[in-house]
């Protein structure tokens, strides 16, 4: 299948025009018309190099909705016309115990990300979602709950399912005490979900300066890092963190807010932190823990979930030919949104 998208060709993360072939539908393949295409911080990271080298030409986006427009001879679940999902992943083993347990994110056999990876039959390089169509296995696609506005889904496939399963695994429920680190595109939504979830919830921020914000996407307010009294204060004052903040940072500042048996959990920084101290840890018996996205059945759940609540990320869209103006903003720093791809800007 012929298909176009922006890719970039080198680190320097300039996303281009450029034509390439989507792969034939095998038997358990869908083929999906892309709709829209989320903007995450971790395209540019990709697209940077920051976490690897990476296989050029790139073509950037795991936060996909669009509409069935084929499917291989096998598939039972969609029909044309379904409108459908694909988030982070695109493949695993499929045979593995944690596969077998819903969690194919931690493949023994290693799961294939939406783009930047070898296909597992071909070995050819997967390409995103920032482009008109995209050829995935059935096991793999989403269904969009009836109702859902479309334009708003796309961030859910990746900020939601990171931000929505920690709160899960970590069992916040009515009256949880939650504090969630940054009010960018993956704090902001760890924020609705929680509070959806029943949680009173602090946005821990270096200022104050998005109080307003943070009230308004249900927070109970901002504790601000800077201010050495106010957090001393709130010692021991939370039972979860959800950490958003994506660059190298000192957690030693957070660990004495939460309360004892405690859980920092990392979802936003992939690569070394400041040393740790270890007393804060051992002193409250707190954990400091990561999570990564979530299995494809947990995203299913996040995306009802969300359809149930009337919940959605606060988008900004823009067109296809705004995504280098997108990344240059996000460089510079987070955003209390998401940035979504109006696909129907590419002409093919």
């Known amino acids: 299948m012929k298909t176009v998208g922006y890719a970039a060709h080198d680190s320097s993360a300039n996303m281009v025009p450029y034509h390439f072939e989507r792969r034939d539908l095998r038997d358990n393949d869908v083929a999906i018309e892309i709709l829209y295409s989320g903007v995450c911080h971790s395209d540019l990271h990709t697209v940077n190099g920051d976490w690897g080298a990476q296989t050029y030409p790139l073509v950037p986006g795991h936060e996909i909705v669009g509409v069935v427009t084929s499917i291989g001879s096998a598939v039972s679940k ?7 999902a694909v988030g982070c992943m695109v493949d695993s083993c499929q045979g593995c115990d944690q596969c077998h347990n819903h969690e194919e994110q931690f493949c023994r056999n290693e799961s294939t990300p939406t783009y930047g990876a070898p296909d597992r039959i071909t070995g050819e390089i997967t390409q995103g979602g920032y482009s008109k169509h995209i050829v995935v296995r059935e096991e793999f ?4 709950p009836e109702g859902m506005e479309l334009s708003k889904t796309a961030p859910i496939l990746c900020a939601g399912i990171t931000t929505y399963s920690p709160l899960r695994t970590w069992g916040v429920k009515e009256g949880s005490r939650v504090g969630v680190i940054g009010l960018g595109g993956l704090g902001h939504m760890a924020v609705k979900l929680a509070v959806a979830m029943g949680a009173e919830v602090t946005v821990i921020s270096r200022s104050n300066k998005k109080e307003a914000d943070a009230k308004a996407l249900g927070a109970k307010g901002i504790l601000a890092s800077s201010d050495a009294s106010a957090m001393q204060a709130a010692a ?3 039972d979860l963190i959800i950490d958003t903040v994506p660059s190298k940072h000192d957690i030693n500042v957070y660990a004495p807010l939460l309360d004892v048996d405690g859980t920092l959990v990392i979802v936003g920084q992939v690569g070394p932190l400041e040393e740790p101290n270890t007393w804060p840890l051992i002193g409250g018996r707190r954990r400091i823990a990561g999570s990564l996205i979530g299995g494809i ?7 009802d979930f969300c359809a149930k609540h009337k919940l959605y990320p606060e988008c900004e869209m823009i067109k296809m030919d705004q995504i280098n103006e997108a990344f240059e903003r996000m460089a510079k720093g987070d955003m209390a949104h998401r940035i979504v791809i109006d696909m129907t800007s590419l002409d093919v």
């Open 297 to 303: 059945k947990e995203t299913q759940e996040v995306l």
């Open 236 to 238: 021991n004052s939370l």
């Open 78 to 84: 969609y029909k044309v016309g379904d409108q459908v």
């Open 141 to 144: 696609v989403l269904s969009v």
